[in-house]
């Protein structure tokens, strides 16, 4: 026989102003099984976890049913308490009278017959609950970043540090992302390469790092601990062992028209290529689209100039396949591609750049040697338009509906530096707003307005025109001055909303990781877990999660090693023991509990049976791995034959609660 | 504040103006923004004040071309343009309030002047 109890909540008056919780105390009281049913104010608390382990103990208790808040709450707290006083866990089960009961009913009468019935569901089911035990599952201790960004090497070395081995996979020939193109970094106006390259360095000296250059995650199996992930290592035709980053191939190239990625396509490199100087790895690539030895088989000059002998037009994309506890996501952002934008002539006029051509433009690295020059006729621009917003805060398909959140402080940080270095230059920036939160920001914004003297207008540019001498023509509205105001500008400069990469959905896929309607990666929980995927074991790391600057990418980055390194000092984890299993001789073989699994977890095998008159017959059956089961019950509902079944959550259990729900 | 025309003016567009964010977008496209006494901004935070017989009796209605390069830049979607003819249209459609008669017509014409554009403007300009 059952001996239940049951324990109803007020949570102050979250719960007590709507439904008369002494009634519902009362009304359960009497359900089979129950031998004592009590209410109290806050039953999470330590009295109220007291009084929930001294009945168990008085009244040698066999399930326990509490009326509270939702099991994402408290269900872990009264599970523990009665594990403390020696009951399973897994026989306590929640009645969630508060978010889907009394917060949303205005009616004492309709909320209290409601949570009365909750109760009701919750008694009946833990009637057939059966005690689970946890099982355990053993970390491999070793970590993967995907994206080798500022965001990526941050979490890679913070790892490290801890004494962990870290895989960075980066599908650009060098690691350094973004941040390596940016010029200065905001507020502090220090050279971004400078803060940057050492980091860099850092990563490929470390021990317990290795860099995988010009590679990409191919698939993923496994779960939490225990991934097990194919990297594609891409053909780059050079032998990364081999060469030693001389540059003799790239000089003596002779294809030297292909534009330049780094340089945002504003000047041109050769076939082969290293993207920069401090690059990491140094190592050439060769670009297989303009390589005319790769197309045509006609040239060969690098490998004839090669002394290391590391060229290789023979080499083959290359599959690895590596094991890892924790997965850190780090695939950051892009600008959009301006090209619907008619009105602001983006791609018809060569001197309306991006924001990010700006910093290629103004660094020393750059197309100009870090001479601000027009792009069309290379003349010094004296006048130049800053339009912000171009696709963020949009409402239509062209743009995103966000706000970028870093254009208002790189803008003025290209403001402020274009009249330091430039003083005969009139700076115009056109807002909609600014939008400065963030130690020293606004301080920043101010001085590039009263200090350095730049125009900021409060308006949107309307339409951009280029003319034939060479001017463009910007009219836009001062809204705080009721203008229509046309500049003759020399410069137009767009600040392009940013979005996420575009190999992060498919990479979601491979995760199983969510997404929002923007593809940036969806945070466990907004607030308080902002670094972890609702996937265990997968962490996200910077731009990838939403639109952040550099410091903020850094302490996210930090914060997602510090997860990551959480989960790799254990040695085991403990399984959530609500997972499916097949009932073997009701399984007809059918397959349908494999295609919907989202996990894998399932697979088929031939099984040798006896049969009742004494033959054995082989049948093909599903086996659960429990460890890689995360117990969504997509299976139980797809079995035809009802083989299924998933623990703590039986078809049993969920009939008796619809059941007592009907009754 | 006048609720009901604002209603009518609101419900004949069909525009949220709510979804303005103010950038003015709309009012740096406009080419007529010089014969206008209130730009097509105003016509969308004043109509969402609800003050719209100060927009009916302006002359800005009439100077609206209608060329929609507001409803197509605006990043909101708000469609300013179909406020100001919601406008314009709650101005004619008041008894004696036509902007434009037939005997005007004739001293009007020209050769170049298309049939379609006679039709249009009373369309636009008379009930």
Not at chain 1, 305 to 332: L, N, P, R, S, W
Request: charged share 20%; hydrophobic share 35%; proline share 5%.
């Amino acid at each position: 026989m059952q001996r239940i109890g049951v324990f109803v909540c007020h949570c102050g008056t979250n719960i007590a102003a709507t439904v008369d919780v002494k009634a519902v105390a009362e009304a359960l009281s009497h359900e089979p099984g129950v031998v004592i049913s009590q209410d109290y104010q806050y039953m999470c608390s330590e009295s109220g976890q007291n009084l929930v382990k001294d009945a168990i103990k008085e009244h040698n208790l066999t399930g326990v049913v509490v009326c509270s808040c939702s099991p994402r709450m408290h269900e872990n707290t009264f599970r523990k308490a009665a594990a403390s006083v020696g009951l399973n866990p897994y026989l306590v089960e929640i009645a969630n009278i508060r978010e889907q009961c009394s917060w949303i009913h205005k009616e004492i009468a309709t909320a209290t017959d409601k949570a009365i019935i909750l109760g009701k569901a919750a008694v009946a089911k833990v009637h057939l609950n059966a005690p689970l035990t946890a099982g355990e599952s053993p970390v491999v201790k070793r970590a993967l970043v995907i994206g080798g960004g500022i965001a990526g090497i941050q979490t890679a070395l913070d790892i490290a540090e801890a004494g962990f081995d870290v895989d960075i996979v980066e599908k650009k020939p060098t690691i350094g992302g973004k941040m390596a193109q940016i010029d200065k970094t905001f507020p502090t106006l220090d050279c971004a390469a400078c803060i940057l390259t050492p980091k860099m360095v850092e990563a490929s000296q470390n021990e317990h790092i290795t860099i995988h250059s010009f590679s990409e995650v191919a698939d993923v199996k496994g779960f939490v601990g225990n991934f097990t992930v194919t990297i594609k290592k891409k053909a780059r035709y050079v032998d990364e062992v081999k060469c030693t980053g001389c540059g003799a191939c790239v000089e003596k190239c002779p294809m030297k028209k292909v534009p330049n990625e780094f340089n945002e396509g504003l000047d041109n490199r050769h076939a082969i290529y290293i993207p920069f100087a401090q690059a990491v790895p140094k190592v050439a690539t060769i670009d297989p689209n303009y390589c005319m030895m790769l197309k045509n088989g006609k040239c060969g000059v690098c490998s004839k100039v090669c002394a290391a002998g590391a060229i290789d037009y023979k080499q083959q994309d290359k599959f690895i396949e590596q094991k890892y506890g924790a997965i850190i996501v780090a695939t950051g952002f892009n600008p959009i591609n301006l090209d619907k934008y008619d009105e602001f002539a983006y791609s018809q006029c060569p001197d309306v750049v991006t924001s990010l051509e700006l910093e290629r433009l103004m660094n020393a690295a750059g197309p100009n040697g870090g001479t601000l020059l027009r792009p069309s006729d290379k003349t010094h621009p004296h006048t130049i338009v800053f339009v912000q917003c171009v696709g963020s805060r949009c409402d239509d398909e062209k743009g995103k509906p966000y706000c970028s959140k870093i254009c208002c402080m790189y803008t003025a940080k290209h403001a402020m530096l274009i009249r330091e270095k430039y003083p005969d230059t009139e700076v115009y920036v056109f807002y909609i707003d600014v939008r400065t939160p963030g130690k020293n920001f606004d301080e920043f914004y101010r001085r590039a307005v009263e200090q350095y003297n730049v125009h900021y207008i409060k308006g949107m540019v309307g339409k951009v025109t280029p003319k034939s001498d060479g001017k463009i023509d910007v009219q836009a509205s001062d809204l705080l001055a009721n203008e229509q105001l046309h500049i003759n500008a020399d410069m137009v400069v767009l600040a392009a909303a940013i979005e996420p990469d575009k190999t992060a959905r498919p990479l979601a896929t491979m995760l199983t990781t969510q997404m929002d309607t923007n593809d940036f990666f969806t945070e466990a929980h907004p607030k308080l877990r902002p670094v972890e995927s609702a996937t265990a074991g997968i962490f996200l790391s910077g731009a990838c999660q939403g639109p952040k600057d550099i410091p903020e990418t850094v302490a996210q980055a930090s914060a997602a090693a510090a997860k990551a390194i959480g989960l790799l000092v254990k040695n085991s984890i403990t399984c959530n023991p609500c997972v499916a299993h097949s009932d073997e001789l009701l399984c007809n073989g059918c397959s349908s509990c494999e295609k919907v699994c989202p996990y894998g977890a399932i697979t088929y095998q031939d099984k040798e049976f006896r049969m009742p008159d004494r033959t054995t017959a082989i049948r093909r059956v599903a086996s659960v791995n429990p460890a890689v089961c995360q117990g969504c019950g997509a299976c139980t509902v797809a079995c035809p034959s009802g083989a299924m079944d998933l623990n703590g959550f039986s078809n049993s259990q969920i009939m008796a609660e619809v059941d007592a729900i009907c009754k | 504040m006048n609720k009901n025309l604002k209603e009518q003016v609101l419900r004949s567009s069909g525009v949220n103006v709510l979804k303005c964010m103010r950038c003015g977008k709309c009012s740096a496209t406009c080419p007529s923004y010089d014969e206008m006494e209130y730009h097509p901004h105003q016509f969308v935070y004043m109509v969402e004040k609800g003050d719209i017989e100060t927009l009916m009796k302006s002359d800005s209605i009439y100077k609206c071309l209608t060329c929609f390069a507001c409803v197509e830049r605006c990043p909101r979607g708000v469609e300013p343009a179909k406020v100001v003819e919601a406008v314009r249209l709650a101005a004619v459609r008041q008894q004696g309030n036509n902007h434009l008669s037939p005997v005007q017509i004739p001293e009007m014409l020209d050769d170049d002047l298309p049939q379609q554009a006679i039709v249009t403007a009373f369309r636009k300009y008379a009930k």
